[in-house]
């Protein structure tokens, strides 16, 4: 079975400008999670998705949006970017279905995301 | 809220020896804990989880972990490090009471850990 996978793994922008991550989870997993891993904060969660719905949300500004497709895949948004946005950015997915909260959450190998 | 210590940022440890990564969580309920361990650029790559049950767990590639709730601690283990161990490994806890279902995760901030030839 396929990972979870994320496009595209690098990317550069500059202050201001907008951008899109993708993810796609592993099959049949219907959760969605997103982190944002940085030097000085470490790993921080951004948003949380089950069946096209927001679930939970991290202390993130709202230029940074999600959104989760039916078939599980899931964007994220980070608008007016800033050089503090300068991140490694993580998808992460569940199954969600097994009614356990203890299922594992398994890692896409991640967007890195450079603001100039 | 949910908190996850892992007071050494770096380990040093010499190929053959035992290594040990520490970690102490806070929870308000039963915590879920998870060793993650990461490569450079790369993602986070799944090792071994508690749920319930024996407090010992084994995990991937000869690592275990023993869940201690006196002392609130999870320290991953492992009896003969290999040069390969070498990479960054996370501890996350997911507390049983929080988020309404959420899968969130709580991290500690990394250790290091280098195994020397």
């Known amino acids: 079975k396929a990972g979870v996978t994320q496009t595209p793994r690098y990317l550069i922008k500059t202050r201001g400008q907008q951008v899109t991550l993708s993810c796609s989870p592993i099959s049949g997993h219907r959760s969605v999670s997103w982190y944002q891993q940085t030097p000085g904060q470490g790993l921080q969660f951004l948003f949380e998705?089950?069946?096209?719905?927001?679930?939970n949300k991290g202390n993130f500004p709202g230029r940074f949006s999600g959104r989760q497709f039916s078939n599980s895949r899931s964007e994220m948004n980070v608008s007016t970017l800033e050089l503090g946005d300068s991140a490694l950015y993580l998808c992460a997915s569940t199954t969600g279905t097994s009614g356990s909260r203890g299922d594992t959450q398994y890692f896409g190998p991640g967007t890195r995301l450079t603001v100039l | 809220a949910q908190s996850v210590a892992q007071p050494e940022d770096q380990v040093n440890v010499a190929e053959g020896n035992p290594l040990t990564v520490k970690c102490t969580y806070s929870?308000?309920?039963?915590?879920?804990l998870f060793w993650y361990v990461q490569y450079p650029n790369r993602g986070l790559q799944f090792l071994l989880k508690y749920i319930t049950g024996d407090n010992l767990v084994k995990g991937s590639y000869g690592f275990e972990a023993e869940f201690n709730k006196s002392q609130t601690s999870f320290h991953l283990k492992k009896p003969s490090a290999l040069v390969s161990d070498s990479a960054l490994y996370f501890c996350a806890v997911r507390d049983t009471y929080s988020g309404a279902g959420s899968y969130q995760l709580t991290f500690g901030k990394g250790t290091k850990l280098s195994v020397i030839p």
């Open positions: 998705y089950f069946s096209e719905t927001q679930r």
């Open positions: 929870v308000s309920g039963n915590p879920y």
